[in-house]
């Protein structure tokens, strides 16, 4: 059994900044961790992740803005969201991957007004 719990999330201004956290109770170890997000009518996109080793990859859209952290591990992740803009708004996803297989949060919403 994998349980994600999410927290975080939330109203915000352009140009403010959000934490997104995320914990797996899980027995096991995971291969990645990483936060997707999704917008009405669209599909579920990377945001950013981060693999066993530590190593961080980010989609160019958040790249200086959002910072990912934690460890596959302790099976902790969050995401540190700076100069948020109204684009970043969506549901955002906590996902572990482990051999193949998608685990997933319940989604928290993040909404940033102009």
């Known amino acids: 059994q994998v349980q994600l719990v999410e927290s975080g999330g939330g109203l915000v201004q352009a140009g403010g900044s959000l934490r997104l956290s995320c914990v797996a109770r899980?027995?096991?170890?995971?291969?990645?961790m990483a936060w997707y997000r999704q917008t009405p009518g669209k599909s579920r996109e990377l945001v950013a992740a981060?693999?066993?080793?530590?190593?961080?990859t980010y989609v160019d859209a958040v790249k200086g803005r959002f910072t990912i952290s934690g460890n596959t591990v302790n099976k902790t992740v969050s995401l540190h969201m700076n100069r948020l803009q109204p684009e970043d708004t969506a549901v955002y996803y906590c996902n572990a991957f482990l051999l193949g297989a998608n685990f997933w949060g319940q989604g928290t919403q993040v909404t940033v007004s102009s």
């Open positions: 899980s027995r096991y170890v995971f291969n990645a």
């Open positions: 981060i693999n066993s080793d530590g190593f961080p």
